[in-house]
């Protein structure tokens, strides 16, 4: 059976690479995932929570919901917006979107 299937023959006097350079790929998409995934993700939590704490009663704001509005009042974990004359709505700071210019409101 020798001529169908070969002997499997050690080798001899191999050395191992660089421990380093195998683990160098690895560092990489590490290196790679922070600065294209993490870092941003992280700047734009910042930006949002410095936002959230800005915010004051007149200020016009869009709701995570798409709710446009004006602020009328700020508690520690929740926001009173008027969206319409008379129509109040309470809402919870972080899903405030975005802080809008101020006039926005009228002309929409």
Known sequence: ???LVNSAWAQTGGTQGNPLMSFLPLIII???FYF???RPQSKKQK???????SLESGAEVVTGGGLLGKVTDVGPDFVT???AEGVLLKAQK???GAVLPRGTV???
Do not use: R
């Open 1 to 3: 059976m020798e001529f």
């Open 30 to 32: 590490f290196v790679l």
């Open 36 to 38: 294209l995934l993490i």
């Open 47 to 53: 930006e949002h929570k410095q936002m959230i704490e």
């Open 81 to 83: 917006v008027e969206v």
């Open 94 to 96: 972080h899903t405030i």
């Open 106 to 108: 009228k002309n929409a």
